[in-house]
Structures are given as C-alpha cells and as structure tokens.
C-alpha cells in the first residue's frame, strides 16, 4: 500500500465551486506539505504543516486553504476556484528527526478548473 | 526570494551516452540540495547533499555540490530508456521556514 495517499485523483469542475483535495499519510511523520506544479514552472509551495497546530504558508498560498485534522490527514481547498488553479497537485510528508530533509510525495490529484 | 536554476531544460540522447545535470541556487541560508527523478506522477528521492565535494552515489547515477559555486551536478552514466524522466533540482533551507524550493526541472529523454 502507497504511503502517501492523495484523493481524488483526477477532478474537473466549473469556476467558482469550492474543492477540497486531501491527503493522508502512513508513515507516521509529522511534516505535511501542499505543491502545485504546473508545465515549465517546477513545484512550488501552498503551505506546510510542522503538526496538527502549526501550518504555515508557503509562496503561492493566496486562493487557498488547508485542515490538518490529524497527524496523519492534511486537506487542500479551494474556497472558490478560478482557471488558473488548474494544475496537478502533490502532498508530501517530512521528517526531519530521522536526520535527512527528504520529502515523500503522493501520487497527485490532477485539477481542472473550467 | 530563493532561487534554483536548472540547465539544460531538456536533452536529448542516445543510449549508453552519459549524460551531466546542473543546479544552480541562489537562496538565504542554505541547508540541503536535493535531487528527484519524475516519471509519470509522483517525484521519486535520488540524493540529498549537504557538504561540498562529497559524491553521493547509486548505481549509474552521481552527484555532487558545490557550496562555494553554489551548484550541483547530477551525472548518470551508460543510458539506459528507463532514465527518460523529468529530474528537479530542490533546496531546502534552515531557520524556521520549511518545504523545498524547486528548480523547473530538466526533460531527459533517452533514444534506443
């Protein structure tokens, strides 16, 4: 079984309505991390989580919003989506204490906005 | 703002050829560089380097760092098709930020 699972995996829907991508995570780590990437821009960064009480924003967070309800589950969403949040979008976990900056990421979602 | 450069965007190559990545960077408080190779979905972890001149190695692929320059290289030898992928260059830095600032990547496409 994967250890960074991410759902759904494919989602298109109209402008304006409100998405929520989530993500859960087995391998026990507390560092959960939100990146969109977009053809010939790389990844970048929405926001991060240390643990359930500490979320942070990331470069690009603006028209987004995150949950982190457990330690295990970090949710993505998109209050009101607009076209140019069409991009495919990867969570990712972290940690740090096993002495490496290694980040393991899931599968992604792939989202179009119409 | 931090900033990773990635050259050549793309290459392509025959194989068996061997092939040299580069990663440069420009951020505040540098703590890790790191290398993903991406197939179809998911970026899979190659290396993480931490101090200049020390090659990390796997296989037919290598990298080193350069803190002084400021960059990486990332070398795979004996191409095979199955090394066909997208692979990002990502820094991490230290204090009390996190997540990684990655580079566009590079497009390798082997040829048979």
């Known amino acids: 079984d994967a250890d960074v699972t991410q759902t759904p995996r494919n989602r298109i829907t109209k402008t304006g309505k409100r998405i929520m991508l989530e993500c859960s995570q087995t391998k026990g780590h507390d560092r959960m991390y939100w990146y969109r990437q977009d053809p010939g821009l790389g990844l970048r960064l929405i926001y991060y989580s240390f643990d359930v009480k500490d979320i942070n924003k990331g470069e690009i967070s603006d028209g987004y919003s995150v949950s982190r309800q457990a330690q295990a589950k970090f949710s993505l969403s998109l209050e009101s989506a607009i076209p140019n949040q069409t991009a495919l979008y990867f969570c990712a976990t972290s940690d740090p204490g096993l002495g490496t900056d290694t980040q393991y990421f899931g599968p992604g979602t792939r989202l179009t906005v119409l | 703002e931090d900033k990773v450069v990635q050259s050549p965007l793309s290459l392509v190559v025959h194989e068996g050829d061997t092939v040299t990545l580069n990663c440069s960077y420009e951020v505040t408080n540098f703590r890790s560089l790191l290398w993903y190779k991406q197939e179809k979905k998911a970026p899979t972890f190659l290396f993480m380097l931490?101090?200049?001149?020390i090659e990390k190695k796997s296989g037919r692929l290598s990298s080193i760092l350069d803190k002084k320059e400021l960059f990486s290289i990332l070398n795979i030898t004996a191409t095979q098709t199955g090394d066909s992928a997208v692979y990002l260059c990502a820094v991490r830095v230290g204090g009390g930020a996190d997540g990684l600032t990655f580079g566009k990547g590079t497009h390798l496409i082997i040829q048979p």
């Open positions: 931490t101090s200049s001149g």
